[in-house]
């Protein structure tokens, strides 16, 4: 399976699209969303049905502050559900088990591929995978930090390498 490469066209699509949703999702009007960015109803709007070219990373990091939103979600590199920081390490636990790991927008699915098979994950799953993983990490941190022998409590307030008193 080819990896799914991005025209600008279609990244700017992308982007118009995902601000417009994030905005309905919020229940701002453009004039709501104008009044919280500092930037014109006219120029939001613009962005939104894809006239403008080339938005800053400024004015996207502003959009997307005001959304509540990941600007990399509205970039397009990213789906709602799962930020770029749980993807980036689902995606080294992946390379572990021999899986490569890619994020399709276009399709709003996640792509895993090895070199025998290629599994589509949807978002809500690669979230579930990271919540499971996240639990299971806290679990057996706590087992470890329950065992007496392995580590030596130290208290907040006491500076390092003085003994207890």
Not at 57 to 63: A, C, F, G, K, S
Not at 83 to 92: A, F, H, Q, V, W
Request: charged share 30%; proline share 4%; glycine share 4%.
């Amino acid at each position: 399976m080819e990896r799914q490469e991005l025209s600008i066209k279609e990244r700017e699509q992308i982007t118009s699209k995902r601000i417009y949703e994030a905005r309905k999702r919020k229940g701002y009007s453009i004039a709501e969303l104008a009044s919280l960015t500092g930037i014109s109803a006219a120029t939001l709007q613009r962005y939104e049905v894809g006239k403008i070219k080339n938005m800053s990373l400024d004015t996207l990091r502003t959009v997307a502050t005001a959304l509540d939103v990941d600007p990399i979600y509205l970039f397009g590199m990213s789906s709602e559900d799962v930020p770029l920081e749980k993807s980036m390490l689902l995606d080294r636990l992946f390379s572990k088990i021999g899986y490569s790991v890619e994020y399709r927008p276009l399709d709003d699915i996640y792509v895993a591929e090895s070199n025998d098979d290629i599994i589509q994950i949807a978002p809500s799953d690669m979230l579930d995978l990271y919540n499971t993983t996240v639990s299971f990490f806290s679990f057996k941190f706590n087992e470890t930090k329950n065992k007496s022998n392995v580590f030596e409590r130290i208290a907040k307030d006491q500076p390092a390498g003085q003994p207890d008193k």
